[in-house]
C-alpha cells in the first residue's frame, strides 16, 4: 500500500517534496476553499516550490497518468 507516503516538511515555508507514492505524476495545490493555486509534474526527489504562497492550510492532491486522485494531503505554509 501507500502508508509509506510522506509529504514533508510539513509544515513548510519553501519546498516540499514526496515519497512513498506509487504512480504519482501529477500534483495539484488547492487553497482551503478549493482554488487551484498550482500544478506540477511528478518527479523522484522534485521539490515543489511554495514559497510565493500565502501562509495557511493547502490541499495537496496527487494523481497519477490518468489524472485519478490516490491521495489528498494536508499542508501547512508558513
Do not use: H, W
Not at 2 to 16: E, I
Not at 28 to 37: A, C, Q, T
Amino acid at each position: 500500500g501507500d502508508s509509506k507516503l510522506t509529504v514533508y516538511p510539513n509544515p513548510t515555508s519553501d519546498y516540499f517534496q514526496i515519497t512513498g507514492l506509487t504512480g504519482l505524476r501529477y500534483v495539484e495545490l488547492f487553497s482551503i476553499v478549493g482554488n487551484k493555486v498550482k500544478s506540477f509534474d511528478a518527479a523522484p526527489q522534485r521539490q515543489y516550490f511554495v514559497g510565493d504562497l500565502n501562509e495557511g492550510i493547502y490541499l495537496v492532491r496527487l494523481m497519477d497518468s490518468t489524472k485519478k486522485i490516490l491521495k489528498t494531503v494536508r499542508l501547512s505554509i508558513r
